[in-house]
DNA sequence: CAATATTCTTGTCAAATGGCAAGAAATGAA
DNA sequence: TTCATTTCTTGCCATTTGACAAGAATATTG
């Protein structure tokens, strides 16, 4: 490819934070650079941790590639996996960053990741100055919103089979990057059901 | 009581909601009054619906007095419940209300309604106007995320008799205003495993 | 109040899921 | 490559939950 000096040698490359800023709808071109401009680069190796619990999550992270997972502990002390983190989407613990609290969740890279972010100082500055990132801003935290609703409503309604072939189809990048155990902890059950389910599954 | 001229027989008295609007402390008392003027007053009878799915939410919604419920429609056509709530507590559906979507979800008043609400375009002037407004908008949106996400952790670990305790404990009221049957789905079970919780529950 | 409808409980049985443990498979490190 | 570690699968059995249906209890309506 004859531009591959440009895109892919560029270390500080922040394409895809632009596109993802604009990909709202909410923000200019122009703008979209300003707002990244803010923005400083980030890399994290695989199974290194961009948030522990206990601390006060200082960043919103935008994640350019790799794979993440955020995971919480329960009573009996076993992990529960709550996200999963493709590319091109931004990781943060909303309850942590915005109410300024220790964060009862862990956020853990699956692979090499790299990725921009801005502080918490920073947001508020920029959702002050610029009314377009804080429209994005509100659009992100929506999003995650209806998306966990969606779960939850699927969590009820649908078994676990259900939920295991709508997140093969939907996510199929979380079984290429998550072993078993995590991906059932995510989905409300063992890693032997999930086991057994996709035994059942695959001989469909 | 002395004073129970003035706050009991008025009926557009909107102290419950500057209250509540100052209660964040991201409002002042001189904001939250000017806040609270854009606001109008909303009854809504029982079993009348504040939001019926198809529908795009346009108003912002305080409930006042009384109990509502939300419930969307599973694939079974059977509904579950996805939130409920009790006076001085904003109700509205986020995707619906910001994505300005049909909402898949209904919300119902439980028994005799009033409230405070404003439209979707004045929320956003005022959210333009006025910073604490924002402010307090972001911190709505927040609460009801981390209360989501808190849901969904005990619905992964907890076991359906943990969490009908732990509902009994921090949502009472629930158990005044729903039927069992409604209360199930919103746990993520079916009437007839929560009669026999009950009735374990009631042994010990 | 009586009649009706709705909600709640309970029994029986089936299906889904979990706990535990052992072995197989895959992965990672020396 | 070899050894050690982790992950995944599978068997066995117990527990939880659901499906369905009938009857009891409660609420609603005329």
């Given at each position: 490819m004859e531009h591959s000096l440009h895109s892919s040698s560029n270390h500080s490359n922040q394409e895809k934070l632009i596109y993802f800023l604009r990909s709202t709808n909410l923000v200019s071109a122009t703008t979209a650079r300003e707002i990244a401009s803010n923005f400083r680069a980030k890399h994290i190796n695989k199974h290194d941790f961009h948030l522990q619990e206990g601390q006060i999550l200082n960043e919103y992270l935008f994640l350019d590639t790799g794979f993440m997972r955020a995971f919480?502990?329960?009573?009996?002390?076993?992990?529960?996996?709550?996200?999963?983190?493709?590319?091109?989407?931004?990781?943060?613990?909303?309850?942590?960053?915005?109410?300024?609290?220790?964060?009862?969740?862990?956020?853990?890279?699956?692979?090499?990741?790299?990725?921009?972010?801005?502080?918490?100082?920073?947001?508020?500055?920029?959702?002050?100055?610029?009314?377009?990132?804080?429209?994005?801003?509100?659009?992100?935290?929506?999003?995650?919103?209806?998306?966990?609703?969606?779960?939850?409503?699927?969590?009820?309604?649908?078994?676990?089979?259900?939920?295991?072939?709508?997140?093969?189809?939907?996510?199929?990048?979380?079984?290429?990057?998550?072993?078993?155990?995590?991906?059932?902890?995510?989905?409300?059950?063992?890693d032997t059901s999930l086991s057994r389910i996709r035994k059942e599954f695959s001989r469909k």
């Open positions: 919480a502990h329960n009573t009996e002390g076993n992990e529960v996996t709550t996200n999963f983190y493709a590319q091109n989407q931004v990781v943060f613990e909303v309850s942590s960053f915005f109410n300024r609290i220790p964060s009862r969740e862990n956020i853990q890279a699956l692979t090499n990741c790299s990725g921009w972010y801005i502080t918490y100082e920073q947001v508020n500055k920029l959702f002050h100055s610029i009314p377009e990132f804080r429209e994005f801003g509100r659009s992100m935290l929506v999003q995650g919103f209806s998306a966990l609703k969606i779960r939850m409503l699927s969590m009820i309604t649908d078994t676990a089979e259900e939920r295991y072939t709508k997140l093969l189809h939907t996510n199929p990048e979380i079984f290429q990057n998550a072993s078993l155990k995590t991906i059932a902890s995510y989905l409300g059950i063992t």
